[in-house]
């Protein structure tokens, strides 16, 4: 029987922090979901109850969050950062998952999935651990992993920053209390049709007391902030625009026919992460990427909305069934 299928609790890994939704001594497959850039395990709160959703019959006994480097309960690990790091920590926590499951393959399977930053990691962990992707049932990348172009006369890192906008803006607050900090979800233009607890979920894990480990330049405890390094986003958002660094594990992730979920709108519910015309240069390049947009998503809403978690949740159970 699945225990805590529904409310996530706390998990600490190899190195890394994060959350554990269902049980990992039950058997079943395991999913791996590795959140965005300034996210943190609850990223997943919608998609990985979807995934435990019936105790008899599910495929998927246990889903793991970690938080990467520099974010959440990974938060006080320190640098370097960047996406060979993240790819590298997060392959030791699989390496260390499958490890501890005997008799992990066909019966146990292990998938991964990743938003944003996260499918980014996936994509670079592909090309530097090969190895361990030959292991897998297969990897679902959500609205990430293709290399951002930065517009003409910008660089990267301006590109990012300007893109990010808002969610940069909320690192550098300090909030008198989670009530303030709420509020500012509440009036996020991306997230007015998504489920009221899906976001409460997400806003209580995106807050913490402050500490002089949490500041920047210093700055003493105090109220509240994200605990999120803003060090660790500036090194991190500059490897978005760097194909050298996820072009030969898209390639290795193509030819075994992984599904990339893209959405219509972006960020603020605008323009999208991904214009039409990258994707399809794309998918020339590497017609084995299965990119399927999700009608009527935002970048965040992806994860949150309703029926874009089924979406994101049939995805990672296709990639289970077809291994």
Same mark, same amino acid.
């Given at each position: 029987?699945?225990?805590?299928?529904?409310?996530?609790?706390?998990?600490?890994?190899?190195?890394?922090?994060?959350?554990?939704?269902?049980?990992?001594?039950?058997?079943? #497959?395991?999913?791996?979901?590795?959140?965005? @850039?300034?996210?943190? #395990?609850?990223?997943?709160?919608?998609?990985?109850?979807?995934?435990?959703?019936?105790?008899?019959?599910?495929?998927?006994?246990?889903?793991?969050?970690?938080?990467?480097?520099?974010?959440?309960?990974?938060?006080?690990? /320190?640098? /370097?950062?960047?996406?060979?790091?993240?790819?590298?920590?997060?392959?030791?926590?699989?390496?260390?998952?499958?490890?501890?499951?005997?008799?992990?393959?066909?019966?146990?399977?292990?998938?991964?999935?990743?938003?944003?930053?996260?499918?980014?990691?996936?994509?670079?962990?592909?090309?530097?651990?090969?190895?361990?992707?030959?292991?897998?049932?297969?990897?679902?990348?959500?609205?990430?992993?293709?290399?951002?172009?930065?517009?003409?006369?910008?660089?990267?890192?301006?590109?990012?920053?300007?893109?990010?906008?808002?969610?940069?803006?909320?690192?550098?607050?300090?909030?008198?209390? /989670?009530?303030?900090?709420?509020?500012?979800?509440?009036?996020?233009?991306?997230?007015?049709?998504?489920?009221?607890?899906?976001?409460?979920?997400?806003?209580?894990?995106? @807050?913490?007391?402050?500490?002089?480990?949490?500041?920047?330049?210093?700055?003493?405890?105090?109220?509240?902030?994200?605990?999120?390094?803003?060090?660790?986003?500036?090194?991190?958002?500059?490897?978005?625009?760097?194909?050298?660094?996820?072009?030969?594990?898209?390639?290795?992730?193509?030819?075994?026919?992984?599904?990339?979920?893209?959405?219509?709108?972006?960020?603020?519910?605008?323009?999208?992460?991904?214009?039409?015309?990258?994707?399809?240069?794309?998918?020339?390049?590497?017609?084995?990427?299965?990119?399927?947009?999700?009608?009527?998503?935002?970048?965040?809403?992806?994860?949150?909305?309703?029926?874009?978690?089924?979406?994101?949740?049939?995805?990672?159970?296709?990639?289970?069934?077809?291994?």
């Amino acid at each position: 029987m699945l225990t805590g299928a529904r409310t996530p609790q706390p998990w600490r890994g190899h190195a890394l922090g994060g959350l554990r939704w269902g049980d990992l001594d039950d058997g079943g #497959a395991l999913v791996v979901a590795v959140h965005g @850039i300034t996210a943190n #395990a609850a990223a997943w709160t919608a998609v990985a109850p979807r995934l435990l959703r019936d105790p008899a019959t599910a495929v998927v006994s246990a889903v793991v969050a970690p938080e990467l480097r520099g974010r959440g309960a990974s938060r006080h690990l /320190p640098g /370097p950062w960047g996406l060979a790091q993240h790819a590298d920590d997060v392959a030791a926590e699989v390496t260390a998952l499958l490890d501890s499951r005997p008799g992990t393959g066909r019966d146990r399977p292990v998938a991964l999935v990743g938003h944003s930053m996260g499918a980014f990691t996936l994509a670079a962990l592909a090309g530097r651990h090969p190895d361990l992707l030959g292991r897998l049932a297969g990897v679902v990348l959500v609205d990430g992993a293709l290399p951002l172009e930065a517009p003409p006369g910008a660089t990267p890192r301006e590109a990012a920053t300007a893109a990010l906008g808002p969610a940069l803006a909320r690192l550098q607050q300090t909030f008198t209390d /989670p009530a303030e900090h709420r509020a500012l979800w509440a009036g996020h233009p991306a997230l007015q049709d998504v489920p009221v607890d899906v976001v409460d979920a997400y806003a209580a894990r995106d @807050i913490s007391p402050a500490t002089p480990q949490d500041g920047d330049g210093g700055r003493p405890s105090g109220g509240w902030r994200v605990p999120v390094s803003g060090e660790a986003v500036a090194q991190d958002m500059a490897d978005l625009y760097e194909p050298a660094l996820v072009a030969p594990g898209l390639e290795l992730l193509a030819a075994r026919d992984t599904p990339l979920l893209t959405c219509p709108r972006g960020l603020d519910d605008g323009a999208p992460l991904y214009a039409p015309a990258l994707v399809r240069r794309w998918r020339d390049r590497l017609p084995g990427l299965a990119v399927v947009e999700v009608p009527g998503t935002n970048h965040y809403s992806v994860l949150f909305a309703d029926a874009a978690a089924d979406a994101v949740t049939a995805a990672v159970l296709s990639t289970l069934a077809a291994r």
